[in-house]
């Protein structure tokens, strides 16, 4: 566990434990284990699966509990499924579901738990469990035009390594409108637009004149199996893949990745590494909210605005890598802490270049809401109800901006995030305003805390030997730039990788994008499309 | 509003005078490992065993570099007790092993390239310098280098990721769809071998298993000027020598 001084409030703890005797009482389940990992997971083990979506909704709906992921893995074979679930302030818990390989089918929780879909659709897609009564199978990670029917690819038997099949393009195959009126038509974009430097995606943009109705956005096609092919690597070698799925969170997600793997060893980081650690957390936010900002300002092309804030993130990558010597800050992380030390000098001249980006973001904020012409661009365009974004669980900045101010670093603090005085900004308007303006908020907080890390790091060592030598499972979560990323790790008792989950924030904020988009106007689009910030490989890992 | 106009002129100009000047900001490179001679055997043995893309390879006292398999992870800096020396800079970009010469765009190319992005997978950082090629610090405009959105009036194809299989398709077409003066640039150790991501059932281990690629340039992700260093190769402004040997990178 990091830093196990990071305190967790005796109530939170209680407050698990009230839940978990709530559970036992309603739906006869088990508390399988206490809290184990560290004291913030409770693992449960459910044994009827009809009972499913009953529990799902009592805890989503009546005990305020915010949606972590859905996990399925072929252990023993057995099929385990794992429902993650946060109480904010208090701890994971687990719902774990034991279940005969030859099970097919489970009941679905996306009736009750909207947030559940992409990860339901995911699963039967790679494994082939299928869920009764969900809206909308098929088609998802693999492609229907390319793939055929009955490749579970994340089942055990299927070889990661062996090389692409030989596909045949399906040109008859169309994809599934949901208006479909005469009169309506489907407006195609994508995978290749802006000129490629847009992430590969596809949307369609349904419509019947100038507003676009439906916006259905398909994934994956940047989907490089990362889950898949970390089984059966070292530790080592699967960080190399948390850190690189997706750049521009690379610290983030390899911080995670690590703090699974710590857990798993029992190995506690000294408090040194947890604050350098926290110190490169914050660099990489500030880093990709101003990214996040130049997007936006590009997208309502108001120039002199995005080429200014395009300096400010350059300048904040050069001192990234002045600082760590890469850009984005790969290579760092490793189980047991930092692979490298950071001196005194080194932290000050960081800050400098920090305090410089964090007075020119300031002021372009400034300047930007005095400019009308791009404000109305913004206002009220793409909103997401506090509602929906519950009914979501939208996460992240997007999800802060419609009043939902659950942030990972204070709802379930770690690596000595609890020692830090800082504040989560949050918006209600929930429109690509309020986001714009949760980004600019967050990147003065980021540098508010590295000012503290700096002020108060401790000598001592930056690493200590992680070595894993029992099997065990865990999960590692962070709050990335985006917003809450959950990594779920098993390893065996050699350290070698045998499932890896990466629940990340742009998969979950993706299924709430929709919301965002629909019923506004096509020239919108790119707008909204850019307040939500969202990332493509993020997703599709 | 007229604001902006002010604060814009008052900024000055930021630009870097690359390539006539080299730039030496810090920061503006990562830098990279380079052929480094040991003083034992064992010591060069060390070095090729702990990287995990097996990109150093060891001949006696010496590694040799193949930095189309980087992925920067640093090991070889942080976790040796002799460490891999490492050389700044960013003028990387390389023939494929697989080409015997440098092709370069006719020289009516020169000063007005049109380049065709296509993301086949990668994991944000190479699109991300790409992007920044944009910015007012690199600003690839003044250079005659410009972005299209459209294969047709494309002559250069710049491929980043990869290339996983759902996208094998869209980059395919988008290729076939450009004039066949077309030239094909892999930007990323990921787009010329793969990177951590390897070949799978998903990634086809590389741009070069899917088409025929002209220039490349290694990096994980590769700077932005390293980037540009390749754009202005493939205009023929910039010269490229063809490894002979495996001191230069030919393994």
């Known amino acids: ?541 | 509003m007229s604001f902006w106009f002010w604060h814009g002129l008052r900024k000055g100009i930021q630009t870097t005078r690359y390539p006539e000047r080299a730039e030496n900001t810090p920061g503006v490179s990562p830098g990279r490992p380079v052929n480094t001679d040991f003083s034992t055997d064992e010591a060069a043995q060390l070095a090729a065993e702990i990287c995990p893309t097996d990109a150093i390879v060891a001949h006696g006292k010496s590694t040799y570099v193949n930095h189309g398999k980087c992925v920067h992870c640093q090991l070889c800096r942080y976790s040796l007790r002799s460490p891999m020396n490492w050389e700044p800079g960013y003028e990387w970009s390389r023939i494929p092993t697989n080409q015997a010469e440098a092709a370069p765009l006719p020289s009516a190319f020169a000063k007005s390239m049109h380049i065709m992005v296509v993301d086949a997978g990668d994991c944000g950082a190479c699109l991300h310098e790409v992007k920044q090629l944009n910015n007012p610090l690199y600003n690839m405009h003044r250079l005659g280098l410009f972005l299209t959105a459209t294969p047709r009036t494309a002559d250069v194809l710049l491929v980043v990721g990869p290339v996983s299989e759902n996208m094998r398709g869209p980059l395919l077409k988008t290729w076939e769809a450009m004039p066949t003066s077309r030239k094909v640039i892999a930007v990323g150790t990921c787009a010329i071998s793969g990177g951590v991501f390897g070949k799978s059932f998903m990634c086809a281990c590389g741009v070069g298993a899917v088409l025929p690629v002209d220039f490349e340039v290694p990096g994980n992700p590769p700077p932005p000027l390293a980037i540009l260093h390749g754009l202005l190769a493939v205009a023929g402004r910039k010269s490229l020598k063809t490894p002979t040997s495996i001191s230069e990178g030919r393994l």
Request: glycine share 8%.
């Open chain 1, 1 to 541: 566990m990091p830093a196990s001084s990071s305190p967790i409030a005796g109530d939170g703890t209680s407050a698990l434990i009230d839940l978990a005797a709530a559970l036992e009482e309603r739906f006869g389940i088990e508390i399988a284990k206490g809290p184990a990992n560290g004291g913030f997971v409770f693992t449960l083990s459910l044994f009827k699966p009809s009972l499913l979506p009953a529990l799902c909704k009592f805890m989503f709906w009546e005990h305020g509990c915010l949606f972590g992921g859905i996990t399925a893995e072929e252990q023993a074979a057995r099929w385990e499924m794992h429902y993650a679930f946060l109480l904010p302030g208090a701890g994971w818990i687990d719902v774990e579901l034991s279940l005969p390989i030859e099970t097919t089918s489970l009941p679905s929780i996306v009736a009750e738990v909207h947030a559940a879909d992409w990860h339901e659709r995911e699963i039967e897609d790679m494994f082939g469990i299928r869920f009764e009564n969900h809206p909308r199978l098929g088609d998802f990670i693999l492609h229907d035009q390319i793939w055929r029917e009955g490749i579970e690819p994340m089942r055990k038997s299927f070889a990661a390594g062996r090389p692409p099949l030989e596909h045949k393009v399906d040109r008859e195959w169309q994809p599934l409108l949901i208006v479909g009126d005469p009169g309506s038509f489907a407006m195609p974009v994508g995978p290749v637009y802006e000129g490629g430097i847009g992430e590969s995606l596809h949307f369609l943009l349904e419509t019947v004149g100038e507003d676009v109705i439906r916006a259905v956005p398909r994934l994956f096609y940047k989907y490089r199996a990362v889950e898949k092919i970390a089984e059966g690597r070292t530790i080592l070698d699967a960080l190399l893949l948390a850190e690189r799925f997706a750049a521009t969170s690379a610290f983030a997600h390899s911080l995670a990745f690590c703090q699974a793997v710590e857990r798993i060893g029992a190995v506690e980081v000294p408090r040194r590494a947890a604050a350098l650690r926290v110190l490169l957390a914050e660099l990489e936010r500030m880093r990709h909210h101003a990214g996040a900002i130049t997007a936006i300002c590009e997208s309502t092309a108001l120039a002199v605005s995005s080429a200014q804030v395009a300096i400010i993130e350059e300048n904040l990558l050069r001192a990234s890598c002045v600082f760590a010597r890469h850009r984005y800050l790969f290579g760092l992380n490793t189980p047991g802490g930092l692979n490298c030390e950071f001196g005194l000098e080194q932290c000050k001249e960081l800050l400098v270049a920090v305090d410089k980006a964090e007075s020119d973001l300031r002021l372009l904020e400034k300047r930007l809401r005095f400019s009308s012409s791009f404000l109305d661009r913004l206002e009220d365009v793409g909103a997401v109800t506090g509602e929906s974004a519950r009914d979501l669980n939208l996460v992240g900045p997007v999800g802060r901006a419609s009043a939902q101010n659950c942030d990972l670093r204070k709802a379930c603090p770690y690596s000595g995030y609890g020692r830090y005085a800082f504040e989560v900004p949050s918006e209600t308007e929930g429109d690509g305003y309020a986001r714009l303006r949760v980004l600019f908020a967050e990147a003065t907080q980021s540098a508010k805390l590295m000012h503290q890390v700096c002020a108060a790091l401790e000598e001592g060592p930056v690493r200590v030997s992680c070595q894993v030598q029992r099997a065990g499972a865990a999960l590692g979560w962070t709050e990335a730039p985006r917003g809450a990323a959950l990594h779920w790790l098993r390893v065996s008792d050699e350290g070698i990788v045998e499932r890896y989950r990466a629940v990340t924030p742009s998969f979950n904020n993706w299924l709430g994008f929709h919301v965002a988009a629909e019923d506004f106007a096509f020239q919108d689009f790119p707008i909204i499309l850019a307040t939500f910030g969202l990332s493509a490989t993020e997703c599709d890992r």
